[in-house]
T-cell receptor, first 109, second 115 residues
Framework: GIQVEQSPPDLILQEGANSTLRCNFS?????LQWFHQNPWGQLINLFY???GTKQNGRLSATTVATERYSLLYISSSQTTDSGVYFC???????????FGTGTQLKVEL | GAVVSQHPSWVICKSGTSVKIECRSL??????MFWYRQFPKQSLMLMAT?????????EQGVEKDKFLINHASLTLSTLTVTSAHPEDSSFYIC???????????FGPGTRLLVL
C-alpha cells in the first residue's frame, strides 16, 4: 500500500516562530488532507488540498501532486497550535484515508 | 456543521467483558462511517469501513468477530469490543462522511482501558 511519511517527527517552537511541516507520499493519491490532533485526541480538519495552495488564517498548505508532497506552513505559532499534525491521503477507490506518521509540535512561551 | 460525537469518552473494564462504543453524526447523514485505532505516539490505523445498512469491511488483520461493527442508521454506528483483553486497550476513533462531502469528520475518540 501507499506510504505516507512526515517530517520532522518532532518539533519544538518558541511562540511567534514560523514552521514548515512536510508530507511525502509514495504513490499517486486522489487527494490530500491535513489534520491537527489536539492534546485531548480530537482530530480537526485543517485543509482538503488535492493540489495547489490554500490559506486559512495563520495556516497555509501547498500540495504538488506531480512531485508527491505537501507542505503545511504555520506562521506566528501559538501555544494552542501544540499537538500532532497528520497528513492523510485517499487511495485506491478514494474511500480510505491513509494517515501519515505525524509531526508532534510543541509551542513554548 | 459536520459534528461527530462518540460515547463514552472513557471506559475502564475488566478482562473478558464486552464494551460498546457509539458514534453519531449530529448534523448530517453519514452514508459511510469508519473506525480507527490509535496507540500512544502512533498514527491512526483504519480498522473497518461501514456503509449504512450493510456489513462492515474490515482491514487485513482486524478480527471481525472481536470488533463487531453495526451501522444501523444514517446517523449511528457502533463498535463492540467483545471479550476485551488488556491488549485491546487503545484509543478508538470514529469518523463519518456524507454522500456529498469530500472529507471525513472525526469524533473525539474513546479511550479504552482493559484491566
Amino acid at each position: 500500500g501507499i506510504q505516507v511519511e512526515q517530517s520532522p517527527p518532532d518539533l519544538i517552537l518558541q511562540e511567534g516562530a514560523n514552521s514548515t511541516l512536510r508530507c511525502n507520499f509514495s504513490d499517486s493519491v486522489n487527494n490530500l488532507q491535513w489534520f491537527h490532533q489536539n492534546p485531548w485526541g480530537q482530530l480537526i480538519n485543517l485543509f482538503y488540498i488535492p493540489s495547489g495552495t490554500k490559506q486559512n488564517g495563520r495556516l497555509s498548505a501547498t500540495t504538488v501532486a506531480t512531485e508527491r508532497y505537501s507542505l503545511l506552513y504555520i506562521s506566528s505559532s501559538q501555544t494552542t497550535d501544540s499537538g500532532v499534525y497528520f497528513c492523510a491521503a485517499y487511495t485506491g477507490g478514494g474511500n480510505k484515508l491513509t494517515f501519515g506518521t505525524g509531526t508532534q509540535l510543541k509551542v513554548e512561551l | 456543521g459536520a459534528v461527530v460525537s462518540q460515547h463514552p469518552s472513557w471506559v475502564i473494564c475488566k478482562s473478558g467483558t464486552s464494551v460498546k462504543i457509539e458514534c453519531r453524526s449530529l448534523d448530517f447523514q453519514a452514508t459511510t462511517m469508519f473506525w480507527y485505532r490509535q496507540f500512544p505516539k502512533q498514527s491512526l490505523m483504519l480498522m473497518a469501513t461501514s456503509n449504512e445498512g450493510s456489513k462492515a469491511t474490515y482491514e487485513q488483520g482486524v478480527e471481525k468477530d472481536k470488533f463487531l461493527i453495526n451501522h444501523a442508521s444514517l446517523t449511528l454506528s457502533t463498535l463492540t469490543v467483545t471479550s476485551a483483553h488488556p491488549e485491546d486497550s487503545s484509543f478508538y476513533i470514529c469518523s463519518a462522511r456524507g454522500s456529498v462531502q469530500e472529507t471525513q469528520y472525526f469524533g473525539p475518540g474513546t479511550r479504552l482501558l482493559v484491566l
